[in-house]
């Protein structure tokens, strides 16, 4: 009211602050950081009073654009609303872009591999030593069931005789004992 510009929080401060939260993986808070520089290189704003749900469905069709599939498209968008959030939260803007917005849903189905393609993906070329290991781990996590950043965390303790495995949660979930298929 008196004419002078008071200025916002600076959008790049923000993206410290949200990415040195203590809750979040190191490797989260680098995905974060990706998806939210290539926002701001998309949008050019300098202040998070500058998010808008405009801002957000150009973002969308830049997106498509780029040939993102509705999964990516949806992985970027929920990064940004999560930082949109943060930021409401700590009350440097009043506005939420995300309020009306609809994030597209991903399309992807799982499926069974094929006989020929679980061979492929197990085969092992004879002149690479990593592929008699990753046979390894990948059969393993086909005949457990688990990701396979599980099977690449396993550790000798983990394991009981005769066929039980320790689980440690994930995504909020808690840690159990699992019995392994022989195959495993």
């Known amino acids: 009211r008196a004419g002078r510009i008071v200025s916002g929080k600076s959008v790049r401060d923000a993206i410290e602050e949200f990415c040195q939260r203590q809750d979040v993986k190191h490797c989260t808070h680098n995905l974060n950081r990706r998806h939210l520089e290539d926002f701001l290189g998309h949008a050019r704003i300098h202040t998070v009073e500058q998010l808008s749900e405009r801002l957000v469905h150009s973002w969308l069709g830049?997106?498509?654009?780029?040939?993102y599939n509705p999964g990516g498209q949806s992985l970027a968008l929920r990064v940004l609303r999560t930082f949109c959030r943060f930021c409401r939260k700590r009350r440097w803007t009043s506005y939420y872009p995300f309020e009306d917005f609809?994030?597209?849903k991903s399309t992807f189905t799982g499926r069974y591999l094929t006989d020929d393609e679980r061979d492929r993906l197990l085969s092992i070329n004879p002149r690479y030593d990593v592929d008699r290991h990753l046979s390894r781990a990948l059969t393993f996590g086909?005949?457990?069931?688990?990701?396979?950043?599980?099977?690449?965390?396993?550790?000798?303790e983990h394991f009981r005789a005769p066929d039980q495995l320790w689980i440690p949660g994930i995504k909020g979930q808690e840690g159990r004992w699992i019995r392994l298929h022989p195959k495993a």
């Open 62 to 67: 830049t997106l498509k654009t780029r040939g």
């Open 102 to 104: 609809k994030i597209p």
């Open 142 to 156: 086909l005949y457990s069931l688990l990701r396979i950043s599980q099977v690449f965390h396993a550790a000798w």
